[in-house]
């Protein structure tokens, strides 16, 4: 079978590995969706010297969703031909983290399937049946690629910040992630004001819901979401990139007794605590994946509220292509990218 690699400086190689087999409470996944996410760009970009053995690398892709194909000794719950997500984290099950679905968060240490274990961009991945997730009907195979990461970020950021339809909602970034935040806030009944630098993803934005977008390549986004909001600022902000500017942006925009939620991942980020947190009265939270039955739940909503998920996808590559997609990923821009399997 074929897998996807990241040697390094920008450059994947596709290897031929051996089929995998089950073991004991084990399970393998012939992919049908694997989705491209932006935390696995880090990796892409590395220097090929950070990366290290390059016989010892793991196949990236963390948004796996496929077919049960192959089932080990005591597996019950899964059946060959169950249609499946994969929630991509192991711990030890035996944790308060652990119990509660947050197995990302266990306290003896997770392991991370596309990083420290063979991910979702290959032909068949073997993992333990415990984190597969059935799809509900009505939910296709990409989408479920994205509920698995990027996108069901989004849905639990929202549930972090107590979204309801009283709210208006300034979403940073429009990637993947937080265009999938103006789809579920739209469909929660929020207002939704979308902030990017980009042109096509701000008008992705707009084809997805989002009510106003803002250039702030061109616009101080600050000030335009106080014209917006009465002078006031908005009720709840969501950071989606990870950006110093951005967070700051989010805090700043964010009315007197606003929620903030931070979702992006990497660099460091300085507030002048006092006038713009402590002054405010915010409530500032992280949220990072989620649990789980957090992933049956988002996937639920998707189906039962008719988010119109498909019209995320931008790009389908095969596997065949990963150098290319991951070109085209790098580059921003785009809505989801994902590979797929007929």
Known sequence: MRGVVFTGDKEVEIRTLPDPHPGA??????????????????????????????????????????????????????AV?????????TGCRACTMCRIGYTQMCLHGSVVYGTGANGGHEDYLICPAYTCVKMPDGLDFDEGSACACGTGTAFWALKRL????????????????????????????????????DTERLELARSLGADVCID?????????????THGEGSPATLDC????????????SAMLWGRVCFVGEGNTTTFDVSPQIIHKQLTIVGSWTFSLNGLAEVA???????????????????????????????????????????
């Not at 702030?216 to 917006?228: D, F, H, K, M, S």
């Open 241 to 252: 990139t990870g950006r110093p500017e951005a967070r700051i942006n989010a805090v700043d």
């Open 25 to 78: 409470g084990e399970v393998v996944i012939q992919m049908k969706a694997s989705g491209l996410c932006g935390s696995d760009l880090r990796h892409y970009r590395a220097p090929k010297a950070e990366r290290g053995d390059p016989t010892n690398l793991k196949v990236a892709g963390h948004e796996p969703c496929g077919v049960i194909a192959e089932i080990g000794a005591g597996v019950t719950e899964l």
């Open 162 to 197: 107590n979204l309801s339809g009283d709210d208006t909602l300034a979403i940073f970034g429009q990637g993947p992630v937080g265009a999938s935040g103006t789809m579920f806030a739209k469909a929660m009944g929020a207002r939704v004001i979308a902030v990017d630098v």
């Open 216 to 228: 702030a390549g061109t616009q101080n986004p600050v000030e335009a979401i106080r014209e917006l």
């Open 300 to 342: 639920r909503f998707v189906v039962d509220r008719k988010v119109p998920l498909k019209d995320l996808f931008t790009h389908r590559f095969t596997l065949d292509e990963a150098d290319a997609a991951y070109k085209l990923f790098e580059a921003g821009g785009t809505g989801k990218v994902c590979f797929t399997w007929a």
């Open 81 to 89: 031909g169950d249609r499946v997500m994969m929630h991509h984290y």
